[in-house]
């Protein structure tokens, strides 16, 4: 017989419960920092008593946090947020039920727009392109590899001038970019360009660098006429969301040779990359892990666990989300 699931507040009387959100197929494997202060309660392995009463939810990575998951527990306050997305928790719902979320902060900002610009690089110096080529033997056959295309002076079109963009432009002035963003507004502090919209971004870009969040105003924000308009030579890289570009038509304007190139993080139906882009080799195709450094999951710890520190003694949280 098995033993009885134990009832965690018998056993933590004192600390104060965390629900573990997730869905079957993520593990959350940075609790032990929580332990000695929290009472983590997963609800997928342990008795249910505990989620009357627990007032934070930590959600894990991108497990959707909908009216669904806020009836099933009412007394929840607090959403803590894992990913530097939150396009998978439903801001508007938890608003009107007054639940604060909390966002990773800048854990992540970094690795991202490092990411970004090594996606570029990729592929405008065909990097892995030019790695694969080496492996299967066809440096002595073939001889000289083409030529890839220069970094420095490119015109780069950030779309969403955020923490993220804000790092990507950055590190792209350094390599001698011009830089010009979209963004929900124009920022006064910023000295770059402003386009009104993506398509006028992406007609005076020679590269398109995608970072914004995801929402219904940004859903395939990269279509069919911004792809037109940054046009053969133009290179996409994105960082954000895979809807955020109209997959279909990116496929059929790289497999058309109406684009120079790709470096896709992320894709519209992860894990499930659409086949036609395996053959291309001016894309670079990564799963989804521009956040992912041992050091970002270390900023991500000290910025969950402050924000439930806050929480349960009454402080200010250390990164808010605005719900609307
Ligand atoms: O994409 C990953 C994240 O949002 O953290």
């Not at 959350?28 to 505990?50: I, K, Q």
């Not at 432009?169 to 770059?192: E, Q």
């Not at 970002?296 to 439930?308: G, P, T």
């Amino acid at each position: 017989m098995s033993p009885p699931i134990p009832k965690p507040e018998e056993e933590h009387p004192s600390l104060p419960t965390v629900l573990i959100h997730r869905l079957p197929s993520f593990r959350y494997t940075l609790t032990s920092h929580l332990e000695p202060h929290f009472h983590l309660v997963d609800p997928l392995t342990t008795a249910a008593a505990a989620t009357d009463s627990a007032r934070a939810l930590l959600c894990v990575g991108p497990t959707p946090v909908n009216e669904g998951t806020l009836n099933l527990y009412p007394s929840v306050r607090l959403v803590v947020g894992t990913s530097a997305g939150l396009d998978h928790v439903d801001l508007a719902a938890c608003a009107r039920r007054g639940v604060a979320v909390t966002s990773a902060a800048n854990a992540f900002t970094e690795d991202v727009a490092d990411f970004a610009v090594a996606l570029l690089i990729d592929v405008l110096r065909r990097v892995s392109a030019g790695d694969r080529f080496v492996r299967r033997g066809l440096w002595p056959v073939q001889g000289d590899y083409p030529l890839g295309f220069k970094l420095g002076g490119k015109r780069v079109g950030i779309l969403g001038l955020g923490n993220i963009g804000s790092e990507v432009a950055k590190r792209l002035v350094a390599f001698g970019c011009s830089v010009a963003y979209n963004s929900r507004s124009k920022k006064p502090s910023v000295p770059f360009p402003y386009y009104e919209n993506a398509h006028d971004l992406a007609a005076n870009s020679d590269a398109l660098v995608v970072c914004c969040a995801l929402n219904d105003q940004t859903r395939h924000v990269v279509n069919k006429d911004v792809m037109t308009a940054l046009g053969k030579e133009g290179v996409i890289v994105n960082v954000g969301r895979g809807a955020l570009i109209d997959e279909e038509e990116l496929v059929r304007f790289l497999v058309a040779g109406e684009l120079r190139g790709a470096g896709l993080d992320v894709f519209e139906n992860e894990p499930n990359v659409p086949k036609q882009l395996f053959e291309l080799d001016n894309v670079v195709l990564s799963p989804h892990k521009a956040v992912l450094t041992p050091e970002s999951f270390r900023a991500l710890q000290d910025v969950v666990f402050a924000n439930l520190e806050a929480f349960f003694s009454n402080k200010p949280l250390v990164s808010p989300v605005e719900c609307h």
